[in-house]
């Protein structure tokens, strides 16, 4: 009895029980140890260093919090980013893994697929699809709050993700493991047509960056992504089942959005003062269309390379 009360008031009694456990998790990379989503901290890298993407920063923000903050989630959050390259998409795919586990983006729980190096034969789609199953059940034995990052889509071979239909849906647990705590992210360029039109409407009729709504983008980005026979997502029926939470538009960027991406940069090389830095990159932008010079073709891509360029 006595020993039962002790238990329960060293339980109730948070800094031992705390202490015990920091001190357990020095020593264990678990997944209970390395799951430490630290939701301000995400919020404020994407509100801070994520440039020019209202959308972006509403919509990730937004879903990120909502499915952490939900104890039991009934089905995993998955989130497909689509744009021009140098929009950001890598960028915050890779601030979710950062700020949901203690080691980051080298933590084991974060799982990434490049199209290109992970499946490079499209004919080989049978067997990348028994892989990619088994890893990924595999993976979520191991760690229920799992993060699969897929990149390049475009390059995915038509009906491989389609293997992951299961696992996306509600109410799936197999094998005594939940499926719903994980989170996906695809990334890809298709739809970016869409998306840089949508840009570029607004940008002619003169309206701020920030009147681009949400509402006919996201259907849009899902049909170019279904219809689209480039696309990994061709004919998905993880879009046709509607499995996948949001779609993220990454908007292109133009000119002074790369200058703020330089100037982030060279303060963090030391170099805070250097506008005409920022100022070179800046001219060095390639634009398109040519004609009315409105997005970088590029964005914030290999930007640091041309600040070594300039410096
Ligand atoms: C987890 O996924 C990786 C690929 O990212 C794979 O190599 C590994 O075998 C998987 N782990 C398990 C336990 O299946
Ligand atoms: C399909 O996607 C590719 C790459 O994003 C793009 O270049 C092409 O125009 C798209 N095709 C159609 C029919 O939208």
Redesign the pocket.
């Known amino acids: 009895m006595l020993a039962a009360l002790c238990i329960l008031v060293l339980l109730s009694f948070c800094p031992a029980l705390c202490v015990f456990q920091k001190l357990y998790c020095s020593f264990s990379d678990s997944c209970d140890c390395d799951f430490r989503p630290n939701i301000r901290d995400l919020e404020w890298d994407i509100y801070k260093n994520v440039f020019g993407q209202h959308l972006v920063q509403d919509i990730v923000s937004e879903e990120v919090v909502k499915f952490l903050q939900n104890k039991n989630p009934d089905r995993p959050l998955v989130l497909s980013f689509h744009g021009s390259s140098g929009t950001g998409k890598t960028l915050v795919s890779s601030m979710l893994g950062t700020h949901l586990f203690a080691s980051a983006m080298s933590s084991p729980y974060v799982?990434?697929?490049v199209a290109t190096l992970?499946f490079p034969v499209p004919h080989r789609v049978q067997q990348y699809r028994r892989e990619l199953k088994?890893?990924?059940?595999?993976?979520l034995?191991?760690c229920a709050h799992s993060i699969f990052i897929f990149d390049e889509m475009e390059r995915m071979p038509a009906g491989l993700v389609d293997v992951l239909e299961p696992f996306l849906g509600p109410s799936h647990v197999v094998f005594y493991t939940n499926y719903r705590k994980a989170v996906y992210v695809f990334i890809s360029s298709t739809g970016e047509e869409v998306i840089n039109r949508a840009a570029l409407e607004n940008r002619q009729s003169g309206q701020e960056r920030e009147a681009i709504a949400l509402a006919d983008l996201e259907d849009a980005i899902a049909q170019a992504a279904y219809n689209n026979h480039t696309s990994g997502f061709f004919q998905s029926s993880i879009i046709q089942q509607k499995l996948i939470t949001r779609f993220v538009p990454f908007l292109p960027l133009s000119r002074r959005h790369v200058e703020r991406c330089v100037l982030s940069q060279l303060c963090q090389r030391g170099h805070c003062g250097r506008s005409d830095v920022v100022d070179a990159v800046g001219r060095d932008v390639a634009f398109h269309p040519v004609q009315g010079q409105y997005f970088s073709t590029t964005g914030c891509k290999a930007v640091s390379a041309k600040i070594d360029l300039f410096l």
């Open positions: 799982h990434q697929f992970h088994s890893w990924v059940q595999g993976n034995t191991e």
